[in-house]
């Protein structure tokens, strides 16, 4: 189970790597079907894109001894299920957004059970596996 959660959290971290890239190279306008965007949305847009490579590094750092940072784990997953609820918010606000947007703010909103899994490897008897 250790392994399988270690796999799921590894393919799950090239979403931030992807949205990181494309957000800082590609800019607001890359999101916004190639209209143009305020120098200040671009910028803030760009600028917030970082904080992906961020979550990036960060679930990489878990992977490198899962058992002993599990509270940077629940931090991270945190953040998501945060970011989620925000989108959740601007979704019942302002509309729904593009498909792949939803399946990103369904991901975020399932990100806890991502903390039950941990949970369960952690105390799960066995050798430990790097």
Do not use: C
């Not at 799950?12 to 209209?35: M, R």
């Not at 960060?58 to 058992?67: E, R």
């Amino acid at each position: 189970m250790r392994t399988a959660l270690k796999i799921v959290l590894m393919i799950l971290s090239l979403i931030p790597l992807y949205f990181a890239v494309t957000g800082v190279f590609g800019g607001a306008v890359s999101v916004n079907g190639g209209d143009a965007v305020s120098a200040g949305l671009d910028n803030q847009f760009r600028y917030l894109s970082a904080y992906y490579f961020s979550l990036f590094l960060l679930i990489w750092y878990v992977l490198g001894d899962l058992d002993n940072r599990g509270t940077v784990l629940r931090m991270l997953v945190l953040a998501i299920f945060l970011g989620g609820v925000a989108r959740l918010y601007s979704y019942l606000q302002v509309g729904p957004p593009p498909a792949d947007l939803i399946l990103g703010m369904a991901l975020e909103l399932g990100a806890p059970v991502l903390v039950l899994w941990h949970r369960i490897v952690a105390h799960s008897a066995g050798p430990v596996v790097p």
